[in-house]
C-alpha cells in the first residue's frame, strides 16, 4: 500500500499498530501500538501502561494484614518484536500513584506482582514480588548502586489530588505479570470508598 496522508485525524477503535513484516517468512509482528482504550502505548520493549484502582470490593468486615490483596489491578504486557530476543524479565522505571478518593481509614500498601491471576481480596498475594513499597531496595541509575534510603508504602487514605512517584529501577520475572495493590497495615474497617490511578513504565528484556 502506498503512502497515504490525511487533512484530518486518523481514527480508529481497535487502536492502531506499526508492524514488522519479516522478508524471509513474511512473519508479521507488532513494533509499537496503542491499544484501543489508549491504556497502554507499547514501543519495541518499553511500555506505558494505566490501571483503574478501586477498593469498591474489598471486605469490610474482615481483617486485612500485611501482603494481603486489595484488588487485582491488571494484567502487565509482555509483547516483543520478533526480531528480539525473547523476554524473560519486566524492568520497571516508574510509577505513579494518583489518589482520586481517600479510603476513608488508614490504608497504607504496596503493588505486587504474581505469576498467579484471580487471587480474592484479603487473600495473601501468591509468591508476590513487591515492585513498589517499603519492601523495595530501588537501584540508583546515576551511581549504578543500590540506593541508601528506604522508599515509603503509598498511602492509600492520602488526600485526593495526591499521588506517590517511585523509581524503582528494579526486575522480576516475566511470568510474575499480574499486578495487586495489597496492604501493608492492618485494615479491619470500611475502605470501600478508595479510588486510584497507576500509571507504570516498564520495559520487557
Do not use: C
Request: no cysteine; hydrophobic share 40%; glycine share 10%.
Amino acid at each position: 500500500m502506498a503512502n497515504t496522508t490525511f487533512s484530518g485525524p486518523v481514527r480508529s477503535e481497535g487502536g492502531f499498530s506499526v508492524i514488522d513484516k519479516a522478508s524471509s517468512t513474511g512473519v508479521i509482528t507488532t513494533v509499537s501500538s496503542v491499544n484501543s482504550t489508549g491504556q497502554l502505548w507499547s514501543l519495541g520493549g518499553r511500555k506505558i501502561q494505566t490501571f483503574a484502582g478501586t477498593l469498591a470490593a474489598t471486605d469490610t468486615g474482615s481483617a486485612y494484614g500485611d501482603n494481603d490483596v486489595l484488588v487485582e489491578l491488571g494484567t502487565l504486557n509482555t509483547d516483543l518484536p520478533g526480531n528480539l530476543v525473547t523476554g524473560t524479565k519486566f524492568f520497571f522505571h516508574r510509577a505513579l500513584i494518583g489518589i482520586t478518593t481517600a479510603a476513608g481509614q488508614t490504608l497504607v500498601g504496596s503493588l505486587q506482582l504474581s505469576a498467579t491471576s484471580g487471587t480474592a481480596t484479603n487473600a495473601a498475594v501468591s509468591s508476590g514480588t513487591e515492585i513498589v513499597g517499603a519492601g523495595v531496595t530501588s537501584f540508583n541509575e546515576q551511581l549504578s548502586a543500590t540506593q541508601s534510603v528506604t522508599e515509603i508504602d503509598v498511602n492509600l487514605n492520602n488526600t485526593a489530588g495526591n499521588y506517590h512517584i517511585f523509581v524503582p529501577n528494579v526486575t522480576a520475572a516475566i511470568a510474575s505479570k499480574y499486578l495487586y495493590a495489597a496492604a501493608t497495615t492492618t485494615l479491619n474497617a470500611d475502605a470501600s470508598a478508595g479510588r486510584f490511578t497507576v500509571e507504570l513504565e516498564y520495559s520487557v528484556y
